[in-house]
């Protein structure tokens, strides 16, 4: 008897001491991930959270020899003071190597001050105001920003003969970014807003907005609207009155067009030109497999801008982490990150080394029906769109 | 203008009647009742997803959903309110309060864990869809539905309350317990049944409003605000006074915003605080 737990003892001991020994020789990378993973925002976190999990299901939990470990926080929304102090926590107290997620604005903006201090890699996986990169110089980005697409956008819309546009944004920062954005673009170009209108954040009916445009009779509406219920409404909306293509043009940033507001909309959205960085249809080989590999992971659920947001940063840090032969200081991180290329499920990708910001393609898509099925299809790509308001001051 | 004026006058009324159907059952149970019940949203969620999966997984047209999302509000509610609500109806408001936004915090994470977080789209008969023409102005074919449904809604509350025995008895019941309890009303069951008449109706509202304002686990908190207001403005109790309250807070909110679109979203508090500061009871509020 004795004897016997003297052996299993020692198998367990010397159990133990291998497996402390291959983690000591590999160590362990801490990521600190803070999402919105409830509350308004829930599914915004949570479909980056299943992109970066993807990212790491396909590729294993160990980049350059060491271990890489998610610890996942909650912000509960967009509160920059809830997202500080979970990074703080992070680095203090779960010793995380690396903080990334940020589903929104303001908690990237919370957080960047914790970047610079503890010299830690920050990753914008979402949070698309401009400005963002500019609070940390630890701070890289694999999402978009505003501004990238729809400064692209108005210059395209003016190119293609419209004249006259009529825009409506919700009444908050990227909304505001987005009008500015695109009327820059479109007047820039020769074009001309003949009417600009916001409308509330949760806004749960748009015929009042609608029929103002309607009143004003534009060749062409520019809609910007976060996604959710929205997208869906204002579609809608602008059927009931007949607002619809090809009578009247519909632009607008890709979430007008997510795949539950098309569902929703039906028929009447056909026509509606949006502008995004990723086309869940886009006919690509890479993506077909990250589309099918994602929604066999997520019970059917498709990814969206979010997921390959996700998904994209994880790269980011296993092929910085691979770069630096598993340096995991903020300083060697952003080094190696800087001037990074790859290609993505949303088509090539590279980061800004000047900076830091996400350099891509933005599509230009059309809705139509495809085997009895509304989607986007891509009619035009504008390459390697750069963030114009960096260095514009 | 004038066409204009007209269309946007319709498009209040409709999302006034919209406000109608989501609120009309909390005028029966914090009106009614006296119980303050902020679930009330959760229930309509409930009534949401019922719609959402009779219409999926079983292919049920969207007309015989809406019933079944009245039924299984109502019977979810039966159960609640045996089991705990009626704990609670002779205590505080605060009390009331506490229990029920508890229970829209469990019923948004329930519904997230089992349907997700993201939105829950239906697609509508193609009779709903679109919009029909009266010389040139145009009129969306779902608000007419919603127009509809809301006076059907309003006729049969207020004849079912205040002309049948039923009403009467809910009516005695609500005004002084012991007395109609001595009188041999059977109070208890009295009150599960107006319960859950204020519950169905809360799931009837919330099927009928993902069209619009579409459905997601958020959905308990998303629209409290405005059924409050309705009921606060409309006065308690009543539910004439429920649906003027949610006209006017309509026809005032899309007016608003067509006319002045940068302060629009603004006016229907403005409305609120104005009105509650010249008659605090609302505008037929009895108590």
Same mark, same amino acid.
């Given at each position: 008897?004795l ?11 010397g ?8 983690a000591l020789?590999?160590g362990?990378?801490k990521?600190?991930l803070?999402?919105?993973?409830s509350?308004?925002f829930a599914d ?8 970066v999990k993807?990212y ?7 980049a ?6 998610l610890v ?8 920059p ?8 926590e992070?680095v203090v107290?779960?010793k995380?190597d690396?903080?990334?997620?940020f ?5 990237a ?5 914790v970047?610079?201090?503890?010299k ?11 400005v963002v ?7 890289v980005r ?7 697409v ?6 395209w819309a ?10 409506i ?10 009008e ?6 479109f007047?820039?170009k020769g074009g001309k807003?003949?009417g600009a209108?916001?409308?509330?954040v949760a806004?749960p009916d748009f015929?009042?907005y609608?029929?103002r ?6 060749e062409a509406v520019?809609?910007?609207i976060?996604?959710g219920a929205?997208?869906?409404a204002i579609?809608k ?6 607002l619809t ?6 632009l ?5 067009t ?5 569902q929703?909309?039906g028929?009447?959205?056909k026509?509606?030109?949006t ?9 690509d ?6 589309v099918?590999?994602y929604e066999?992971a997520?019970n059917g659920?498709a990814p969206?801008f979010?997921?390959?947001g996700?998904y994209?940063g994880?790269?980011l ?5 691979e770069?630096t032969k ?5 300083d060697a991180l ?9 290609e ?11 900076t ?6 933005v599509y230009i ?5 495809v085997?009895?099925k509304?989607?986007n299809v891509?009619i ?10 960096h260095?514009?001051k | 203008m004038i066409?204009?004026?007209?269309? =946007?006058?319709?498009?209040g009324?409709?999302f006034?009647?919209?406000?109608f159907?989501?609120?009309v ?14 679930? +009330?949203?959760?229930?309509?969620m ?7 999966v009779?219409m999926r ?24 309110e045996r089991t705990i ?7 505080? $408001?605060?009390?009331?309060v506490l229990?029920?936004?508890?229970l829209v915090? =469990?019923?948004a ?6 349907f ?5 789209p ?7 869809q679109?919009?029909? $023409? ?5 009129f969306?074919a779902?608000r ?7 006076l059907?809604?309003?006729g049969l509350?207020?004849?079912?309350? $205040?002309h049948t ?5 809910i009516?005695a019941?609500v005004d002084?317990?012991r007395?109609?309890q001595?009188?041999?009303? /059977?109070v /208890?069951s009295i009150?599960?049944v107006? *319960?859950?008449?204020?519950s ?6 919330g099927a009928?409003?993902?069209?619009i =304002?579409?459905?997601d686990p958020?959905?308990g908190? +998303?629209?409290?605000?405005y059924v409050?207001?309705v009921?606060?403005?409309?006065g ?6 429920s *649906?003027?309250a949610?006209a006017?807070?309509?026809? *005032?909110d899309?007016t608003?915003?067509f *006319? =002045?679109p /940068? ?8 409305f609120?605080?104005v009105?509650?500061?010249?008659r605090?009871?609302g505008?037929f509020?009895k108590?």
């Amino acid at each position: 008897m004795l004897k016997k737990t003297a052996t299993a003892l020692g198998l367990g001991f010397g159990l133990a001491l291998a497996m402390s020994s291959t983690a000591l020789a590999g160590g362990t990378v801490k990521v600190g991930l803070i999402l919105p993973l409830s509350g308004q925002f829930a599914d915004t976190g949570a479909q980056i959270e299943r992109g970066v999990k993807l990212y790491m299901q396909e590729h294993g939990d160990e980049a350059a020899g060491k271990k890489i470990e998610l610890v996942v926080k909650d912000t509960g929304g967009p509160n920059p003071d809830v997202a500080k102090r979970l990074a703080q926590e992070l680095v203090v107290r779960d010793k995380a190597d690396i903080i990334a997620g940020f589903g929104l604005t303001p908690e990237a903006l919370g957080a960047a001050s914790v970047a610079t201090e503890a010299k830690k890699l920050m990753v914008d996986m979402n949070a698309a105001t401009s400005v963002v990169t500019e609070k940390s110089p630890y701070i890289v980005r694999t999402s978009m920003t505003i501004p990238q697409v729809n400064y692209a956008f108005g210059k395209w819309a003016a190119e293609q003969g419209i004249k006259h546009a009529y825009t409506i944004v919700a009444d908050y920062g990227p909304g505001h970014d987005a009008e500015k954005s695109f009327a820059k673009g479109f007047e820039e170009k020769g074009g001309k807003i003949v009417g600009a209108d916001h409308s509330p954040v949760a806004n749960p009916d748009f015929s009042a907005y609608v029929q103002r445009i309607k009143a004003a009779n534009p060749e062409a509406v520019y809609i910007f609207i976060p996604g959710g219920a929205q997208p869906a409404a204002i579609g809608k909306a602008l059927a009931e009155k007949g607002l619809t293509p090809p009578d009247t043009k519909i632009l607008a940033q890709g979430e007008l067009t997510l795949p539950e507001a098309l569902q929703s909309m039906g028929q009447t959205a056909k026509g509606i030109i949006t502008a995004f960085h990723y086309t869940l249809e886009r006919d690509d080989p890479l993506n077909k497999k990250f589309v099918a590999a994602y929604e066999k992971a997520n019970n059917g659920r498709a990814p969206d801008f979010f997921s390959v947001g996700g998904y994209d940063g994880m790269h980011l840090i296993y092929a910085a982490l691979e770069k630096t032969k598993g340096d995991a200081s903020g300083d060697a991180l952003v080094a190696a990150a800087k001037g990074m290329s790859w290609e993505s499920p949303r088509g090539p990708i590279s980061i800004d080394p000047e900076t830091r910001d996400i350099v891509q393609n933005v599509y230009i898509r059309e809705v139509k029906e495809v085997d009895g099925k509304l989607q986007n299809v891509i009619i035009d790509t504008i390459k390697d769109v750069k963030d114009p308001l960096h260095g514009a001051k | 203008m004038i066409g204009n004026l007209i269309v =946007v006058l319709f498009d209040g009324f409709a999302f006034g009647m919209l406000l109608f159907v989501l609120s009309v059952g909390l005028s029966v149970t914090l009106g009614l009742m006296n119980f303050t019940n902020l679930a +009330h949203c959760a229930f309509g969620m409930l009534g949401g997803y019922c719609v959402v999966v009779a219409m999926r997984s079983l292919d049920m047209p969207f007309l015989l959903a809406l019933p079944l999302a009245f039924i299984i509000a109502a019977l979810v509610s039966v159960a609640f309110e045996r089991t705990i609500f009626r704990r609670l109806y002779r205590a505080g $408001e605060l009390n009331q309060v506490l229990l029920t936004i508890g229970l829209v915090f =469990v019923a948004a994470a329930s519904f997230a864990y089992f349907f997700g977080t993201g939105q829950q789209p239906i697609v509508l008969p193609d009779y709903l869809q679109g919009s029909v $023409e009266i010389g040139t102005l145009r009129f969306g074919a779902y608000r007419i539905f919603l127009v509809v449904m809301a006076l059907l809604i309003a006729g049969l509350l207020v004849v079912g309350l $205040e002309h049948t025995r039923f009403g009467a008895r809910i009516r005695a019941a609500v005004d002084n317990q012991r007395v109609a309890q001595g009188l041999g009303l /059977d109070v /208890d069951s009295i009150f599960a049944v107006t *319960f859950a008449l204020g519950s169905g109706l809360a799931g009837l509202g919330g099927a009928l409003a993902i069209e619009i =304002v579409g459905l997601d686990p958020s959905f308990g908190f +998303h629209y409290l605000v405005y059924v409050l207001i309705v009921v606060a403005v409309g006065g308690l109790g009543s539910i004439g006074g429920s *649906f003027v309250a949610a006209a006017l807070l309509g026809i *005032f909110d899309v007016t608003g915003k067509f *006319f =002045v679109p /940068d302060i629009g979203a603004f006016l229907i508090y403005l409305f609120m605080v104005v009105l509650l500061f010249v008659r605090p009871l609302g505008l037929f509020g009895k108590r």
